[in-house]
Each structure stands twice: as structure tokens, then as C-alpha cells.
């Protein structure tokens, strides 16, 4: 018997003698067998229909055996079988055959039931067919050698089907932990009960360790978790254990032999054996790439590109958090201050953008420098700042803060060979819990603006006056817009005189000067014009006023002031109304005042921005007669050369040059200069906001023929006015 070669069953010489040996296997039972074999090929096929006849009761194998050509083929193939069997030749085809068949049943899936099962019907026909055949004894010793073959047989099918088996889970684990290293994958197993921790060589190369550096038991894992992701992982396992998660699946960062920590995604599913020891196993997958770019995408989402700081909507987050916190007992103090950088429109403009830009990121480092841990900052956009800060001993700390952001960043800035002031406003507000996020930012807001206003460079805590200022200021502002169909305007008239006629003589004209009462107390024109003018309620309001003020001229100049005339305030929106002269016109003849009697009074800077339009409607104006008039002159920006350009009949020196004229000499140079060109262009020349006697004398002295002011007349209702003109009629004011 040669079996030296190559056995699929790593079965060697050796091993085949000794198997042979063991079921006293002899060149005898060689020929009994192949006696029997002889006359046996009925007794076969008639085995082998029973066989399949029998298996096709089942269910299992019914089912393999469901098509009818696989079936004869399979029929022939056993009775092939079965004839070798009985020719009992055991060498290396016949073993590499009997590992083959065993290997294909298991990977047909034929169970060994079914399989091994079917050898006791074939040994059941030999069994009735050598009783019959031959003479006791030598039935007895042919069935003896079969059950030999057939024994033999069955310990290799056995064997290479369990070797089969055995040898597909070695390749799919070993394809499983290819793909778990193609997949980055490290693997581990934790055995709760007796806390005995696997983990892969590549579990602990992804982290620079080895294994043993990592310990036997799940505390050495633990103890590389980030501090702050430990109830994490623990929560997480936990939840699996208790059944509450179908798998572990969680994300932490652990420690790697460098110090550093890797984000990883660690899977796993527990078992029970059957004694009941719960295992868990899994996988862990090095994710810092995905986690990178994560983060990367969080951090644009949250923070400011250009400074790196925290953007207004992760700001507001925060400060909603801090003033929840605000309404627990015991909470400290925060603060949030709004800083703005003071005139960075200037370096944006005279150094560039990317200047400006520089600027914006050395203003967010100093002013990092300035907070303390736990301090949020955030650019809001442009050159505003946000700082908010938290648990403060007193809310007097803000205000050192911002003393610190302003001294920090008084601090010259370098740029190339140039150095750059930058200075910043600061509004503070206290948090209080009453307060939604918005408020809280509108309180600072309002500080930063009286910080501003108060000269900037300085900060300013914010109170609840500033809070109420405003909210009468908008009261104001939207009364006044309903003021006019309320009827809550009223005229005053100031005179004004011929400073050269003899005292007591009569005015030589009125200024018209619109008053509004609201809630029972004056407000200044100067407060509640700006507001008409936003919303174009000045044009309805301007032309009551033109009509209100014409009309009483007409009927001072029916009543024994002839030559009244009247001067009334326009505001540029009305000189840009395409049809304003033509309005003017109507409201004349309505009101029956000569043309030649309305001074129209206008500003410098309506000159300065005048467009074609409006200067058409000053020409119109002038050459129906109407005068025009140059309101608080020499406080704009005009140039004498406007003077040429424009239909100008009367300046009026503005106030603050009279006031001053008496102590200084280059303003009393001033006035003379303008009171002089006048006379040299043709134009009369007015002096407002004449207030002593000093400035009469003074005015008399330089030629100035008119005026008005406080000294002579203060502005006084149509009443008042009318006994001033004409002592004598005593009429009252007349309506418009
Ligand atoms: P304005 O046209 O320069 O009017 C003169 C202002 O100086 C008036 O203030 C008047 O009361 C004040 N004034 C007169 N004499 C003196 C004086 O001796 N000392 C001082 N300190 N002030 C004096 P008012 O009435 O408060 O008007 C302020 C401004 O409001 C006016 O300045 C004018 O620009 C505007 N304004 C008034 N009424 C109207 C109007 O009906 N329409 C338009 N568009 N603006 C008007
Ligand atoms: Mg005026
Ligand atoms: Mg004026």
C-alpha cells in the first residue's frame, strides 16, 4: 500500500497503517469484497433507488433532489461508489476521491445526518443480500470486511467534511480580518465577567502601541479615552449591555503614544455562551479624517472667517444660555460688551481692504488677550466686537475689562514702516434674566452709541434712562407724524428789524417759525424737522406752512403793514417736488400775498446738493418776484462762488459768528468780510441771533442793515405779533 503522497486528509504513511491496522484490515477482506462485488450490480441500483426513494421522504434532502437529471446523475455517481467500495482498492485516488465527496456535501450543505445516515441502508441491502446468497460463514465474513470498508470510508467522509467546514470559517475570518484591516479596522474582545480585554496588533498600531501596552483588562482602554468623552463610552456600553442598543456604536478620542488624541468609531455587539459569560466584541475605525473635516465645516458654521472668532449666531447661543443661567439662585454676575472700532471706515478707505482686514485680526488677538477663560468673543461683522463675559464677582468688573480692551488696544499698530492709532467705543450691559438675547444686545447697543456721542474712545455703562430716551424719542417720532391732522401745529413769528431805522420803528418782516406742542410741552424744530424730513412728512407739513404764513402776511399788510414781508423755512425735500413752484404760485393768489413780499429761506447745503431740478425751481421762484434767502450762512460748506451761481437776494448770518465776534478778532473779520461781499454782490445781508447791545453796536458799526434776535424780539404767536404791528386794530390771529 503506497500513501506516502500528498493526502488531502494530511494522513501520511504512518497514519494510513496504523487506521488500516486498526480495523484489521487484510489483503483477505481485499478479496471477499471483490468476490461479492461481482455479482452485485443488481443488488446496487436496487440499493441505490431505495436510498433516494427513502431520502426524498425528508424534507431537507427532498429538496436538493428536487430536479430529476440531477438526480440519475447523482444515482450514477453512488452506485460508482458503491462499486468501489466493493472494489476495496484504498490508494491515493480513492482517499483524494473520499476527501473530495466529503468536501462537496459540505459545500452543498448536505448535513452529516443525511450523509453518514445513508451508509446503514446501503449496509442493510448488502446485509439481506449475502444472507441470501451465500453460506452463513462466509456471508458472515463478506459482511465483516464491508463493515470495515464502510467504517473506514466513514471516518474519512467525516473527517473531510468537518475539515471542509473547518477550513471555510478559517478563510472567512481570515477574509473578515483582511477587510477589517483594508477597512482601518482594529479588532477587540472584552470578557466582562472576568474583565479580560483582546485587542488587535492593529487596534493598538493605530494608537502606537502594542498590545501588551494597552493591558489585558478594559481599565488599561479606559485610561486612554479623552477625559472628557469617558461617560461617553461608558454611557454608550452601557446602554448596549442593558439591551437598550441593538450594537455599541460610538465616537470618542483616545490617546495616542504620541500624546495626541485620534477620534475613532468604536462597533460592537455583546454575546452570552452558553454558560452565561457575556462577550463583547467589535471593531475600532481610526474616523480623524472625517472628524477633521467635521470639525472644520462646525468651525466655519460657528465662527468668523476673517478672525477666527465666533460669529453673531454662535454668540447669540451663548448669550441665551448665560441668561438662562442668569435666573438660577446664586448665579455671578455677566456682562456683555459691544465694542466698536472708531472711525475704521477711515483706514479702509485711506489704506485698502486688506489693510482694514489686517487691522480686524491684531483688534481680535489684543482683545482675546483681554478675556479670561470662559469669556466668549465674536465678531459681528464690519468692525463691531462682541465680548461676553461670565461669572464676574461685581458687575463693576465689566467696566475694568473694558478699560483693559481700551488701553490694549491704545497700543500702536505696526505696519510695514508706519504705525496705526486704532481706538474703540464700548457699550456695556449687565445681563439680567429678564432679558431675551436681542434686548440684552439692543441695551449695549444703546451704550455703545452714547460712548460714541459722548466722543468716543471711552466706554459707558448702560441704565434704563437710555432705555426710556429712546422709547419717548420714538413716541415722539411717531406723533409727530400725525401731528399735522391733529392739529397740534402752530405758528410763531419773529421780527425782523432795520437795525438803522430809528428804535420803536416797525418790523421790516417775520421769519415764520413752525411750533409743535406735544403732550403739552414745546419741541424744539430742530428735534422734529430732522424727523418730518426722513418721512417725507415735511412736503404736506411745508406747504401748511407756507399757506398758514402767507395768509397772516396778507392780512398784516391789509391791516396796516404794507410792506411786511414774510420769510418762511424750506426744507430741500420741498424744492424738489417737481410742481413746488407752481404750488407757491397758487398759494399766493389763494392767499392774495404779493410775490414780491415772500422771502423763501434756504440752507447751504441744499445749495451744495442741489440737483438740476431744484435749481430750475429757485429760478422759476426768482423770476416771479419771490426772494430767496441764505439761511444760517457760513456754518455749510458753501463756497462765495455759489453766491454767482444761484438766485440769491439775502444772507443770513448765522448766530454763532455774532456770539463770538465780540471776543474774537478773526471772527469779527469774518463778519465784516461777509457783510462786505454782500454789499459788493447786491445781497442784503441779515444778522441772525442778535442778543445784546454790543452786537446792535457792532452790526451798525460794520453797515449791517438788518437783523433779529432775542436783543430785539423773541419769535411770538400771531397775537402777540399783531399788536406789535398794528398796537391800534388788536385783531386777533386769524386762521389759516
Ligand atoms: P432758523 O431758520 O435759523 O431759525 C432761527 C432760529 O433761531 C429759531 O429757532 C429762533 O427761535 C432762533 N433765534 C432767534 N433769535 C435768537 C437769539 O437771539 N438767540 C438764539 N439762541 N436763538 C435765536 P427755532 O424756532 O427753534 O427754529 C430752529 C430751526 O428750525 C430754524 O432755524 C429752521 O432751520 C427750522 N425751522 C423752523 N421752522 C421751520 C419750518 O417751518 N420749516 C422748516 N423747513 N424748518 C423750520
Ligand atoms: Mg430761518
Ligand atoms: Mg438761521
Known amino acids: ?158 473527517e473531510a467534511y468537518v475539515g471542509a467546514s473547518n477550513s471555510a470559517l478559517v478563510a472567512s475570518e481570515s477574509r473578515f480580518a483582511h477587510a477589517l484591516r483594508g477597512a482601518n479596522d482594529g479588532i477587540w474582545e472584552w470578557a466582562l465577567e472576568s474583565d479580560r480585554l483582546y485587542v488587535s496588533d492593529w487596534w493598538a498600531g493605530m494608537l502606537g502601541f502594542t498590545p501588551a501596552d494597552v493591558g489585558a483588562t478594559a481599565a488599561g482602554w479606559l485610561e486612554l479615552v479623552h477625559p472628557d468623552d469617558v461617560e461617553g463610552l461608558q454611557s454608550a456600553l452601557r446602554r448596549h449591555l442593558r439591551g437598550e442598543t441593538a450594537s455599541l456604536y460610538h465616537e470618542y478620542r483616545i490617546r495616542q503614544a504620541s500624546g495626541d ?13 452558553l454558560q452565561g459569560r457575556r462577550r463583547l466584541a467589535g471593531s475600532q475605525t481610526d474616523i480623524s479624517r472625517r472628524r477633521r473635516s467635521q470639525d472644520l465645516l462646525e468651525h466655519a458654521a460657528k465662527h468668523d472667517q476673517l478672525t477666527g472668532l465666533l460669529n453673531r449666531r454662535r454668540l447669540n447661543e451663548y448669550l441665551a444660555d448665560l441668561l438662562l443661567r442668569q435666573s438660577r439662585p446664586g448665579a455671578r454676575s455677566a456682562a456683555l460688551l459691544f465694542i466698536d472700532l472708531d472711525r475704521f471706515k477711515l483706514i479702509n478707505d485711506s489704506l485698502g481692504h486688506a489693510a482694514g482686514d489686517q487691522v480686524l485680526k491684531h483688534v481680535a488677538k489684543r482683545l482675546q488677550a483681554c478675556g479670561r477663560a470662559g469669556d466668549y468673543l465674536a465678531r ?134 413752525l411750533r409743535w406742542q406735544h403732550e403739552g410741552e414745546p419741541v424744539s424744530p430742530v428735534s422734529f424737522i430732522p424727523v418730518l424730513e426722513e418721512s417725507g412728512e415735511i412736503i404736506p407739513v411745508g406747504y401748511w406752512v407756507l399757506e398758514h404764513a402767507c395768509r397772516q402776511a396778507a392780512f398784516w399788510q391789509q391791516h396796516g403793514a404794507p410792506h411786511l414781508r414774510c420769510s418762511v423755512n424750506l426744507s430741500g425735500l420741498q424744492l424738489r417736488e417737481t410742481d413746488f413752484s407752481q404750488r407757491v404760485r397758487d398759494i399766493l393768489r389763494l392767499t392774495t400775498l404779493p410775490a414780491s413780499s415772500l422771502v423763501l429761506e434756504i440752507t447751504e447745503s441744499l445749495l451744495v446738493e442741489a440737483e438740476g431740478h431744484s435749481v430750475a425751481s429757485l429760478r422759476e421762484l426768482a423770476a416771479m418776484g419771490v426772494r430767496i434767502a441764505l439761511d444760517d450762512f457760513g456754518t455749510g460748506f458753501c463756497s462765495l462762488g455759489y453766491l454767482n451761481r444761484f438766485p440769491i437776494h439775502i444772507i443770513k448770518l448765522d448766530r454763532s459768528f455774532l456770539a463770538e465776534a465780540h471776543h474774537s478778532h478773526s471772527q469779527q473779520a469774518i463778519c465784516r468780510a461777509i457783510i462786505n461781499l454782500s454789499a459788493n454782490l447786491g445781497l442784503d445781508v441779515v444778522a441772525e441771533g442778535i442778543e445784546s447791545q454790543d452786537q446792535v453796536d457792532f452790526l451798525l458799526a460794520e453797515n449791517c442793515r438788518f437783523g433779529q434776535g432775542f436783543r430785539l424780539a423773541r419769535p411770538m404767536t400771531a397775537a402777540d405779533m399783531q399788536r406789535l404791528l398794528t398796537p391800534d386794530v388788536g385783531r386777533p390771529e386769524i386762521g389759516a
Open 380 to 513: 459681528f461683522g464690519g468692525d463691531e466686537f462682541v465680548m461676553l463675559l461670565d461669572d464676574l464677582a461685581t458687575p463693576a468688573d465689566a467696566e475694568d475689562v473694558a478699560r483693559k480692551v481700551l488701553t490694549a488696544l491704545r497700543e500702536p499698530l505696526r505696519f510695514g514702516d508706519r504705525y496705526l492709532v486704532v481706538n474703540a467705543s464700548i457699550g456695556i450691559t449687565v445681563l439680567d434674566a429678564r432679558h431675551t438675547p436681542e434686548q440684552a444686545l439692543q441695551a449695549a447697543d444703546l451704550a455703545l452709541y452714547r460712548a460714541k456721542d459722548a466722543g468716543k474712545a471711552r466706554f459707558q455703562l448702560f441704565d434704563q434712562s437710555m432705555q426710556d430716551e429712546v422709547r419717548d424719542r420714538l413716541r415722539l417720532e411717531t406723533d409727530v407724524l400725525q401731528a399735522l391732522q391733529r392739529n397740534e401745529f402752530s405758528m410763531h413769528y419773529q421780527p425782523v428789524f432795520d437795525l438803522h431805522a430809528p428804535s420803536g420803528s416797525a418790523p421790516v418782516a417775520v421769519e415764520a417759525l
Open 261 to 273: 488624541f485620534l477620534w475613532v468609531l468604536v462597533r460592537g455587539v455583546v454575546e452570552t455562551d
Open 1 to 158: 500500500m503506497q500513501a506516502e503522497e500528498f493526502s488531502p486528509l494530511d494522513m501520511d504513511a504512518a497514519e494510513l497503517d496504523e487506521r488500516l491496522a486498526f480495523i484489521q484490515w487484510s489483503d483477505q477482506d481485499v478479496q471477499r469484497l471483490n468476490q461479492w462485488r461481482e455479482g452485485s450490480e443488481e443488488l446496487i441500483s436496487a440499493c441505490v433507488a431505495a436510498l433516494y426513494e427513502h431520502l426524498d421522504q425528508f424534507a431537507e434532502p427532498s429538496a436538493i433532489l428536487a430536479d430529476a437529471t440531477v438526480v440519475k446523475r447523482l444515482q450514477g455517481t453512488q452506485r460508482q461508489y458503491y462499486r468501489e467500495l466493493l472494489e476495496a482498492r484504498i490508494d491515493t485516488a480513492y482517499l483524494h476521491n473520499r476527501a473530495r465527496i466529503g468536501q462537496v456535501h459540505e459545500r452543498l450543505n448536505v448535513g452529516l445526518k443525511w450523509y453518514l445516515g445513508s451508509y446503514r441502508l446501503f449496509l442493510d441491502h448488502m446485509l439481506e443480500g449475502m444472507h441470501a446468497e451465500g453460506s452463513g460463514n462466509e456471508a458472515l465474513a463478506a459482511f465483516q470486511s464491508l463493515l470495515k470498508i464502510v467504517f473506514f470510508d466513514i471516518t474519512l467522509a467525516a
